[in-house]
Nanobody, 126 residues
């Protein structure tokens, strides 16, 4: 059974940077869409960025320029680097992975992923 594990979360001061890593265990499909999502307390989960086995990377507009994903080891690992963090970035961050059954769902960061990590907390202090 595929399992995703996030690491690298914690606390950071506003304006700082933080990198998260996602490691996939026993991913056996020949195609993939991997992505990072975030969820603030009381709000819906939203996508940050995705990368697929066709080499396409997509970012949600709100994260462009500040969030960068590194998919060169996907589907085994996917890193998320976050720069110039503000307090709005405080959230639980989730890694997700799925076979590339729907490139459109992948590119538009819809929640239709087969595998999810347990999430990791990021707190940005003011």
């Amino acid at each position: 059974q595929t399992r995703l594990v996030e690491s690298g979360g914690g606390s950071v001061q506003a304006g700082g940077s933080l990198s998260l890593s996602c490691t996939a265990f026993e991913y056996t499909y020949s195609t993939y869409c991997m992505a990072w999502f975030r969820q603030e307390p009381g709000k819906e989960r939203e996508g940050i960025a995705s990368a697929d086995s066709d080499g396409i990377i997509n970012y949600r507009d709100s994260g462009k320029g500040r969030f960068t994903i590194d998919p060169h080891n996907a589907p085994k690992t996917l890193r998320l680097h976050m720069d110039r963090l503000n307090t709005n970035a405080t959230a639980t961050y989730y890694c997700a992975s799925t076979p590339l059954w729907s490139p459109d769902n992948c590119h538009k960061l819809r929640l239709d992923f087969k595998f999810w990590g347990q999430g990791i907390e990021v707190t940005v202090g003011g």
